[in-house]
């Protein structure tokens, strides 16, 4: 979820991610789950980013980054 509350934009990229990783390699597991997780750096970085940033204007998300 961003600190903006809206999360259904991060869940939607987040499973288009999880099933184009598994039908890409059903076959094998663990690749799916590399894929996975460097499929969505960017969007774990992006989430980082915003957080920081409302960490850094109000104290009280800090604990969020």
């Not at 590399?34 to 604990?63: C, D, H, I, P």
């Amino acid at each position: 979820m961003n600190p903006m509350g809206e999360g259904i934009s991060a869940g939607m990229e987040s499973g288009y991610c999880a099933a184009s990783a598994v039908m890409e390699h059903l076959d094998n597991p663990e690749t799916v789950r590399e894929v996975y997780r460097q499929s969505t750096e960017n969007l774990k970085s992006y989430m980082q980013r915003q957080w920081s940033l409302v960490g850094g204007m109000a104290g009280t998300f800090r604990e969020m980054e």
